[in-house]
């Protein structure tokens, strides 16, 4: 089993996360409370984790321009807030797949957590748990779905790529349901991996004493075969994808499925026809094609074409809440996060996890009540009269 172990790097008296399989965890000290912002918690998760896996974590495709595009373009839609309204019963809740949740939040699904934190994907299962919102699973964890499962009440779905080997995507997929996951997320993106320079220069792969544990099967790599990622996965994703393999996915489970990575109304028509219940518009984070547009300049215009057919979720340099409340107002059911989770766990485990969560709900909540709104369910009703783009 992974373990870490905590080195001092030079004279620095911070000390950094290395993934290591025979030493034990060391404690942390709690956050301090200076932290009070995710990108405080990102500054703290970039001293603690080793830097080729916080490489991994930042980096985006080729120019990265997608990526830094993602963030800067909620922050050009402007809150034509309102004044004078009674909002102090406002509430974030909403339902999202037939379950209650306190604010339209979720964290998104990123490989191999335990690079972050040892506590991993357990970490974010607990967090989400504690605050009653849904965490999606990446199919790339480095802790098996069903101790996952097991360490949040919270809903949890699990994020599929379907692979060559059809057969073992099927297995997984019913093993994940008998196991208790809620719904699926096949993501669409990824008909190959994307170029991460980063980790060409840094010869990334997965380190020793970790494994793609979801994803193991007889004879076949699974990653830990000190080969940079994208070779030794490359059997789990499938470049002859079409929406007839989305519809077969539907077809292997009673389960709702969602179709991640869409920057199009017609894809979102599409994922809609073939099956889905769900529309996930992403860009992979900005890790698969430079050049996608930013989520927030498409999410109108898919959740346009979403809505009476399921649920929208949206994803993309989501850092505060009153990015959640941009994104409802454009149509989205709900937001996920993803690298936010991850400086989370770096930054402190299940408390760091926690403290983003809280972070973000914190804001949305006051969000709200600055633009003079008391539910995700007014916010999505306002619309364009709430929100609109810098002329
Ligand atoms: C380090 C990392 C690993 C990721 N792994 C996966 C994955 O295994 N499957 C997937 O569908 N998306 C994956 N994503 C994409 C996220 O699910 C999500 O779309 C993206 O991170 C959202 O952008 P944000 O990081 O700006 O919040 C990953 C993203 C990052 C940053």
Request: glycine share 10%; charged share 20%.
């Amino acid at each position: 089993m992974a373990r870490s172990l905590c080195l001092n790097i030079g004279n620095e008296s911070r000390k950094k996360w290395v993934v290591c399989a025979d030493f034990p965890p060391m404690p942390r000290a709690p956050l301090p409370s200076s932290v009070v912002s995710l990108a405080d918690l990102a500054a703290l998760a970039a001293a603690n984790i080793e830097r080729t896996a916080w490489d991994y974590f930042r980096s985006g495709a080729w120019d990265e321009t997608t990526l830094a595009r993602s963030e800067a373009a909620w922050r050009e839609l402007e809150i034509h807030y309102r004044g004078m309204v009674d909002v102090s019963g406002r509430t974030g809740r909403t339902t999202l797949f037939g379950r209650e949740i306190p604010c339209p939040l979720l964290a998104a699904p990123t490989a191999m957590q335990k690079m972050a934190h040892p506590d991993g994907e357990c970490a974010t299962a607990r967090a989400c748990s504690a605050a009653g919102l849904p965490m999606c699973l990446s199919s790339l964890s480095t802790t098996a779905l069903e101790e996952v499962r097991a360490a949040t009440t919270a809903p949890l779905w699990m994020q599929i790529y379907i692979s060559q080997d059809r057969g073992f995507t099927r297995d997984l997929v019913q093993r994940a349901e008998a196991a208790g996951i809620e719904a699926f997320a096949v993501t669409a993106d990824t008909p190959v991996w994307g170029i991460r320079e980063r980790d060409m220069r840094n010869g990334f792969r997965v380190p020793d004493g970790l494994s793609i544990v979801n994803l193991e099967r007889a004879g076949g790599p699974t990653g830990h075969s000190g080969v940079g990622i994208g070779g030794a996965l490359s059997w789990t994703i499938d470049s002859t994808l079409t929406w007839k393999d989305v519809e077969q996915l539907v077809s292997w489970t009673s389960r709702p499925i969602i179709v991640k990575g869409l920057c199009r109304p017609d894809d979102v028509r599409a994922a809609f026809d073939s099956g889905a219940e769900g529309a996930w518009i992403s860009n992979h984070g900005g890790r698969q094609l430079d050049g996608a547009p930013a989520t927030a300049d498409v999410l109108a215009g898919c959740a346009e074409i979403a809505r009476g057919l399921g649920t929208t979720i949206v994803d993309g340099g989501i850092r505060r809440g009153i990015d959640i409340l941009r994104a409802i107002a454009l149509g989205a059911d709900a937001v996920a996060i993803g690298r936010p989770i991850l400086w989370g766990l770096g930054a402190g485990g299940e408390e760091g996890v926690a403290r983003a969560l809280a972070m973000l709900r914190g804001e949305f909540d006051i969000a709200m009540a600055l633009a003079g709104v008391r539910s995700p369910a007014e916010i999505r009703q306002l619309g364009s009269g709430l929100v609109r783009r810098q002329t």
